[in-house]
């Protein structure tokens, strides 16, 4: 069984944005701070934008270390981010990754755009991130921008960006990670540089394995749930060379495999992916130049679900997506040049394609599969953007306008049975498309010598993806349809905050407010037992959902942090978010949902850290996350608890060459709740985890 996976995008997605946005620095070089430090511009020059939004920066110090045993729990350290539910890529299914940030109204697709070198790693068919597939060993930075409508980079970055760059080889070397853990686990990473004169070659690969653990408490298992298991391999290239003295050429390959079983044995999935990259660079200088990326990747993708029977003594499943094929392409371009000496001007495109379908069999009452279903079809996006920038002495204005085309043609839903042959639905789907025009107005001034003002108004689209267009799916007993008359969603944002040195660290405060136009959010229609349409059947303690345009979301909030030496070796990391996201308009139908809190979207979350690091042979740190209780479900009927848990990690570093390390995440066992069914059914995310490993360095 073969699926799609990877993390082969390029920069060149099409979107929108009427961004507005300010930056405490915008014209500096960031300064290397070990564990999470603000930076203002990041080195790849596609997405750059002259004035930046509230930007954190997870430094080299902290990637590759092994600390955290996936990396969106490393980027988790801002807790303004997280996927659609609590658990991370250890345990999730690939579908439940999306990353949003500011609980902008987190979904399975995700409400950012994630990226690599300039390439977003979202996949085309479904808008989730494999982020098992990216080995942090071969990453140089991470930069996190809150906020949405981000410019140059387009569809999908409506709450935030995570950009991410590949680590640059300054000697021929090596470096190889081995880790053990609980819960059997083990994996294998490594990454070797050849570089030459004017070239440099990069090999990267992980192995990772583990049985996994139970997704449910011991007092509700029955003899049919089983440890959530999973087994990845990621393998890439990276080569890099020199056209000229100032043009630069980036050539890319990747192959992503991962296969793991979701609690039932019945349920598992399978991810298989491939893609390429290309990517020429030209500096005059650090105000001129110009990028061009393109990119191909093709997947596969096989997932079954499940239900438990017979109070948990037995299993069937109820769907089975044995082929899911997508191929995702792209290309972006991207011209810096000054105007004058306080005058930069930045214009680019991008254009973005996708098509994929579900080949799957459905509706199984006991004797085996009875319905086969079709569905899929393709998208096609392109965008054309310009930017100016003034900037003087303790100031810098940008204005923006993006004009954004998109289509989604080809959609198909057929389902047929099987005993006979005969088809039982064949919808009509018409074909889509439609233009945006969205910007940005942005602002940093000096207030003093050590602090700066800013403020932003932008605004910003996604493209519903085409899954949430055509795939139904269904978890237990609760059904969600596809709607293929989705509308794009619109995000107009306003954000207002203060930077100020103090205490030998900067302090951050933020305030924000984002309007969210037609969110695709997942409607209840009906609560089983019945036949209900246009489903069918729906089981007791089930739920028949839809994907539909929401009105209007309105999400207010507040960011607080800091980051800075106490002393020359203890650094402090401490951040907080509030933020109150609900639905204040609804279209017909939906009336049950006014006023209501969003689904996955906590009220409060904060994570404070200190890391110790004297130089010498011994590294150290913890850190405490929180999250208040938030809804399961569009109605607000299903809660779930709040948590606090902790991680901690020491290092000790035998030679320049060989160090050992230790960790835990989740130290005290804390009970972290990701999920609540209609039966009471409750799925956790992951418990304690402890590893232990060794670095080496050639």
């Given amino acids: 069984m073969k699926s799609p996976l990877m993390m082969l995008w390029l920069p060149g997605c099409a979107a929108t944005s009427f961004v507005a946005f300010v930056s405490a620095s915008s014209a500096q070089s960031p300064v290397e701070v070990p564990p ?93 991130v494999y982020w098992q597939a990216v080995p942090e060993q071969s990453l140089g930075d991470v930069t996190i921008t809150h906020g949405g409508g981000a410019g140059s980079w387009g569809n999908q970055a409506i709450s935030g960006v995570i950009a991410m760059t590949s680590r640059t080889p300054i000697a021929t070397g090596a470096r190889v990670r081995m880790t053990g853990g609980n819960y059997g686990t083990r994996s294998l990473a490594g990454a070797g540089d050849v570089v030459g004169d004017g070239y440099s070659l990069s090999l990267y690969g992980r192995f990772d394995d583990s049985d996994g653990f139970y997704l449910l408490d011991q007092a509700q298992r029955g003899p049919v749930d089983v440890p959530a298991a999973r087994q990845t391999t990621s393998i890439g ?54 990028q061009l990326n393109g990119y191909y990747r ?34 972006n371009g991207l011209v810096e040049a000054p105007l004058g000496d306080d005058l930069d001007l930045q214009f680019g495109f991008d254009v973005r394609g996708s098509k994929g379908e579900t080949h799957e069999r459905f509706r199984n009452l006991g004797a085996g599969f009875t319905r086969a279903r079709l569905a899929g079809g393709q998208q096609a996006l392109v965008g054309v953007h310009g ?3 003034k900037s003087g002495e303790g100031y810098s204005l940008s204005a923006m306008v993006r004009v954004d085309h998109w289509s989604a043609k080809n959609g198909q839903r057929v389902e047929t049975n099987t005993e006979t042959s005969g088809i039982v639905r064949q919808d009509t789907i018409v074909d889509t498309t439609g233009s945006m025009v969205n910007g940005r107005l942005s602002g940093r001034m000096d207030m003093s010598e050590n602090s700066q003002m800013r403020a932003a108004l932008y605004s910003g689209f996604r493209l519903p993806t085409i899954n949430e267009f055509y795939r139904p799916f269904r978890v237990g007993n609760d059904i969600t349809e596809a709607n293929p008359l989705l509308r794009p969603e619109q995000l107009i944002g306003l954000d207002v905050g203060v930077d100020t040195e103090i205490m030998g660290g900067t302090a951050r405060l933020t305030y924000f407010r984002n309007w969210l136009n037609d969110g695709v959010g997942n409607v209840t229609l009906a609560l089983g037992p019945g036949f209900f349409p246009p489903t069918g059947f729906v089981p007791a303690a089930g739920s028949l959902r839809q994907r539909q345009n929401i009105g209007h979301i309105v999400a207010d909030g507040v960011e607080l942090g800091f980051s800075g030496k106490l002393t020359e070796a203890i650094h402090l990391r401490a951040a907080y978010i509030w933020s109150r996201a609900r639905v204040t308009g609804v279209n017909v139908g939906q009336e049950a949902l006014t006023g209501k809190r969003l689904a996955q979207s906590p009220l409060h979350r904060g994570n404070i850290a200190l890391d110790y690091d004297a130089g010498g042979v011994w590294t150290a740190g913890g850190e405490l996350r929180l999250s208040s209780g938030q809804y399961e479900d569009d109605l607000n009927s299903r809660v779930l608890d709040a948590y606090i848990s902790a991680n901690a990690y020491v290092n000790w570093a035998w030679s320049q060459q060989l160090s050992l390390y230790g960790a835990v995440e989740n130290a005290f066992d804390a009970d972290i709740q990701s999920a609540i069914s209609g039966a009471g059914i409750i799925t956790y995310a992951q418990p304690r985890l402890l590893s232990f490993g060794v670095r080496a360095a050639f």
């Fill in 36 to 128: 999470i430090e603000e930076v203002t511009i990041t080195e790849q020059r596609v997405g750059r934008s002259h004035a930046e939004l509230h930007v954190t920066r997870i430094g080299p110090g902290n990637l590759g270390m092994g600390y955290h045993q996936s990396l969106d729990e490393l980027i988790g350290r801002d807790p303004a981010i997280g996927l659609f539910r609590r658990a991370s890529s250890l345990s999730a299914h690939p579908t439940t990754q999306g990353m949003t940030l500011r609980g902008v109204g987190p979904n399975g697709a995700g409400r950012a755009l994630v990226m690599l070198d300039g390439i977003p790693l979202n996949d085309g068919f479904g808008g989730w």
């Fill in 298 to 331: 093709e997947q596969d993708f096989a997932n079954a679900f499940a239900i438990a029977l017979d109070q948990r003594k037995q299993e069937r499943q109820v769907l089975d997506q044995y082929a899911v094929p997508s191929t995702s392409w792209g290309a």
């Fill in 387 to 389: 930017e100016l920038t």
């Fill in 237 to 290: 290239a990276r080569l890099t060379a020199d056209v000229s003295s100032k043009t630069k050429l980036a050539l890319g390959a990747q192959y992503f495999d991962e296969a793991r079983v979701n609690g039932l044995s019945l349920a598992a999935n399978h991810t298989e992916s491939k893609g390429l990259n290309a990517s020429i660079t030209h500096s005059v200088d650090a105000r001129a130049g110009w």
